[in-house]
């Protein structure tokens, strides 16, 4: 009686003994699951300069907003930050891509390690003057001032090359005429309504509103006036460090802002309704944000594969236009193979 009691005891032991351990197993087993849930993005946390308020960035705000970067292993914050931090991050890697104009095409020559990886949109920069003004050509500003948002960014080259191609100098040695920086858009339309400057070199949405208001007249649109009709306003630039250690990070991050293209190009209104209840952009006009996002020409993936989008083509014709009044000291086919790269996105 006590034998048959005492293998039925230990019988049972064994049965709960196994039972515990089958549990035990089970539970490391969804714990690993969990670990590897668990292991975040495959390509961690980075930063994105994406806060500056203007139509350009719309690429980074689609991406960011309908899930692009995470679907391409990122997890994005998106940074304020002006040209110069952009730089200094390109150049030691801790911001892996900004979005930048040719105004970048100097720093790069002069050291920063940088290279163009893609291009963005056509336009977003203007040249406007009061409606009573008589200025409509880059003649007319001969021995006038033009306000810039600084000396050396895009809005003062675009000024610069368009004098130049007039036969103006746009050098301050030669005083034909003076550039005025404002750090405030803002502040550079007031000084323009104001009479302390005769015209305002100026990125959109600011440009375009004051435009729709009647408050200036445009003399100079570079989505469709020469020599900038078609070209890039903005490109896609990373960082050299980063390329070189992981390229494969660089096609990823180009395939989420590729998406958020071609998202643009189709959904134009869609884009605007997002980037408006964002408050990513200085514009409650969504008309007007509607048309200047058109405007900009965001390239479909139809578009790419149609080879309607040529990068490098963008690259050399700007590199040639510094090169030709002296922003650049690197002539256009040396300054392309050197600074620009074709990433190899899908493969």
């Not at 670990?35 to 930063?47: D, F, L, S």
């Not at 605007?272 to 993936?301: C, F, H, M, W």
Request: include cysteine; proline fraction near 4%; glycine fraction near 8%.
């Amino acid at each position: 009686m006590s034998q048959r009691f005492t293998k039925e005891k230990v019988l049972a032991a064994l049965k709960k003994s196994a039972a515990v351990i089958t549990l035990f197993s089970l539970t490391l087993s969804f714990a690993g699951c969990a670990a590897k849930q668990e292991t975040g993005p495959k390509y961690g946390k980075i930063n994105i300069p994406g806060l500056d308020g203007s139509l350009c960035g719309a690429p980074i705000y689609i991406a960011y907003e309908n899930g692009y970067f995470k679907e391409e292993g990122f997890d994005v914050t998106l940074i304020s930050a002006d040209t110069e931090t952009r730089k200094i991050g390109l150049n030691n890697g801790t911001i892996p891509i900004v979005n930048g104009d040719f105004q970048f095409f100097p720093s790069m020559e002069q050291g920063v390690n940088t290279v163009v990886v893609d291009k963005l949109h056509d336009g977003c920069i203007k040249i406007v003057v009061r409606p009573d003004s008589d200025i409509r050509t880059p003649e007319d500003l001969k021995g006038l001032k033009i306000g810039v948002d600084e000396v050396g960014g895009t809005p003062h080259q675009v000024a610069s090359v368009w004098l130049e191609n007039a036969g103006i100098s746009a050098r301050q040695e030669d005083h034909q005429v003076e550039f005025l920086p404002f750090a405030d858009g803002n502040l550079e339309l007031e000084a323009l309504y104001k009479g302390d400057i005769d015209a305002a070199a100026m990125w959109d949405p600011l440009a375009s509103v004051a435009e729709k208001a009647g408050k200036v007249i445009t003399i100079l649109d570079i989505t469709k006036d020469e020599p900038f009709a078609g070209k890039a306003c903005c490109f896609l630039y990373a960082s050299k460090v980063l390329y070189e250690k992981n390229p494969e990070e660089v096609a990823a991050l180009l395939r989420a802002y590729r998406k958020a293209q071609d998202f643009i190009n189709k959904n134009p209104e869609k884009a605007v309704d997002i980037i408006i209840n964002g408050k990513y952009s200085q514009i409650e006009d969504r008309e007007l944000a509607i048309e200047l996002i058109t405007s900009y020409n965001y390239p479909s993936y139809e578009q790419r594969q149609a080879g309607a989008f040529n990068v490098q083509e963008d690259v050399h014709y700007f590199a040639q236009q510094l090169y030709d009044i002296g922003y650049l000291k690197t002539d256009a086919d040396t300054y392309t193979s050197r600074y620009f790269v074709d990433v190899k996105v899908d493969g």
